[in-house]
């Protein structure tokens, strides 16, 4: 089951997916895209060797919205994870 995370739609926020667990032996991310479902829209992101990171924007309260992340590593490894955001009005 994916994680929820809950966000006020005027909230901007960033979210974190930590890939250590899954990563190889000397293998690390070198990139990481962010795709929302619509109604969410991505500031910025970033990558370190373990953890990608999103800043996200919008949403409207009561509606839940998917985020996929799908990362690519220096070893040629490309996978995905998926979370949910639940936009609440705090």
């Not at 109604?39 to 970033?46: A, C, E, M, Q, R």
């Not at 990171?53 to 690519?72: K, N």
């Not at 590593?73 to 995905?80: I, L, M």
Request: aromatic content about 10%; hydrophobic content about 40%.
């Amino acid at each position: 089951m994916a994680k929820t995370f809950t966000k006020d739609p005027e909230a901007i926020l960033d979210y974190s997916v930590d890939w250590s667990k899954w990563l190889v032996s000397d293998d690390y991310l070198v990139h990481a895209t962010f795709v929302p479902s619509p109604g969410l829209s991505v500031i910025s992101s970033n990558v370190t060797e373990t953890i990608a990171t999103v800043w996200l924007s919008g949403g409207i309260a009561g509606q839940t919205y998917s985020v996929t992340c799908h990362i690519t590593t220096n070893g040629g490894r490309q996978d995905d994870r998926t979370f949910q955001i639940l936009a609440k009005e705090m």
